[in-house]
């Protein structure tokens, strides 16, 4: 199995939610259609790892907390990310699973709680602009907002929801575990919702802080950590695009580090979507990463050939390039 490539693949919250208000078995019946997409990987020989996002079940988690206040103890955020971590990774380990007893083949499946390394000075800490839970109106929201002193910003388009400190990750706590099992050929599900965010207190032991860290930024922390060649972050758009939504959009095949960072920095992808997905593809390439895809998961079995999806590598791949 070591001589197999080894991508690390970050599900959006799409995969399981597309609507985000999505019940247990609706969020089953979309894990299992990702889970069939998945398989591509399989059968083109990867070693492979699972990141996978948990907005709108760590915001009902939250609500239930909320509406659950004064009649059983509260949990905080962390551990909400951590109770996540195990539902939605049963989910998917489940699902896979059973796409692979269909297909005969005798892989095992892994789901690891995950703890990530932050720097409790980072600014972000007491800057909430991480979204999650379901999507509100204004209205609806206000009221919610107040009650429960959550910090709310609006989805343009799309209508309210509640935001949470999200510092950069800077490291994966179990790292070497993973790379571990992925040598014995095991298929990993891990650092869901971006991992459960710790850091090191003044004993220099791991303290655990309410937050959510991105999981595409925590998804390229992974991938270089445990030496992954590959990342390929799923999402709702089959290919990245400039001038997304407007009547100029502009779909992109092919882009290089250097350019993915100009336009970055002009603010062609804006920090709440495609943002940290390109932040966290840079990250990884410019750490020795060999590529980058960008896809859908509906697209993801054409992106693996070449055929779909937004490549991103270090240098140029062809001598002409689609932007």
């Known amino acids: 199995m070591e001589n197999k490539r080894t991508a690390v693949v970050a599900l959006g919250g799409n995969a399981l939610s597309p609507d985000g208000k999505s019940d247990i078995s609706a969020e089953f019946a979309n894990t299992r259609k990702s889970m069939a997409a998945m398989m591509s990987f399989i059968e083109n020989g990867y070693n492979l790892a699972i990141t996978y996002g948990n907005g709108p079940q760590v915001g009902n988690a939250l609500l239930r907390v909320e509406m659950a206040r004064g009649k059983v103890p509260e949990a905080p955020l962390g551990v909400l990310v951590a109770d996540t971590q195990g539902s939605i990774g049963y989910m998917i380990e489940q699902s896979l699973q059973n796409q692979l007893i269909k297909s005969g083949i005798q892989r095992n499946v892994i789901t690891l709680v995950t ?11 007491s800057n909430p602009t991480k979204y999650v839970g379901q999507f509100f109106s204004k209205d609806e929201i206000a009221p919610l907002a107040k009650a429960n002193d959550w910090h709310i910003k609006e989805v343009p388009g799309r209508g309210w929801r509640r935001v949470v400190p999200s510092p950069k990750p800077i490291g994966i706590v179990n790292h070497e ?22 850091y090191y207190n003044h004993h220099k032991l791991y303290e655990g802080f309410d937050a959510v860290i991105d999981k595409d930024l925590a998804s390229a922390v992974l991938a270089k950590e445990i030496g992954a060649s590959e990342l390929f972050i799923l999402t709702n758009v089959d290919k990245v695009c400039l001038n997304f939504g407007k009547t100029n959009e502009k779909p992109l095949s092919k882009l290089t580090v250097a350019e993915a960072e100009t336009y970055l920095s002009a603010g062609e992808f804006p ?9 966290g593809a840079i990250e990884f390439l410019k750490a020795g990463g060999e590529k980058v895809i960008i896809s859908s998961v509906e697209k993801v079995g054409e992106a693996i050939q070449g055929l779909n999806g937004t490549v991103i590598t270090r240098y140029k791949i062809t001598k002409s390039i689609n932007l």
């Open 177 to 198: 575990a993973v790379r571990s099992l992925l040598k014995g050929g095991n298929i990993v599900i891990t650092a869901g919702g971006g991992g459960i965010p710790v």
């Open 271 to 279: 920090a709440g979507s495609m943002g940290p997905k390109i932040a």
């Open 115 to 125: 703890q990530v390394l932050i720097d409790i000075n980072d600014p972000a800490c």
